[in-house]
């Protein structure tokens, strides 16, 4: 990994909205997003091994990329048909990439390997992960402010998690009712 690819992925979970006006104009940066996402779900993966064991690590992994894409289709879909700005203009390809690198705080989940860790790592990541998509998807859409980017991800990801848990439940990987 370069040293540019790893200081972006710093200034990504540093919340730094000029990180995500780069990606989103370096359309040679879909491959670095996909590499965040994947990251994120593998240190998933690994901080929730004690109860996924190694199968935890592919389908966090698997999860976290088709959640992406996902998220990223609902929120052009969201933010750039139903809820616009007048200056609003983007494509799925920048929002792959701000929303990719927005994952860059899930990398800390690596640390709920460690006894008790996971109860604190995994939602201060889930936390700070949703700060970095609402500037994500401020900083892809153009928006002038940051509340209308926290509505579009609140669709967006109320929306995605009712299409994961329908996958899932088609595949029937959730666990069954007591």
Known sequence: MSSSFINRIFRAAKLDAHLYEEVEADKTSMRQAMLVVILSGVAAGVGSISHGGHLGIVVGTVTALVGWYIWAFLTYLI????????????????????IGFASSPGLIRVFGIFPGAEKLVFP?????????????????????GTWRAVIVCLIGWA?????????????KVLPKPV
């Open 159 to 171: 929306i995605q998690i009712a299409i994961l848990l329908a996958i899932f439940s088609f595949l």
């Open 124 to 144: 201060a990541a889930s936390v700070w992960m949703i700060f970095a998509m609402v500037i994500a998807v401020r900083q892809a859409l153009d928006y002038k």
């Open 79 to 98: 933010g750039t048909k139903f809820l616009p700005e007048p200056q609003t203009k983007s494509d799925i390809g920048e929002l792959l990439r701000t």
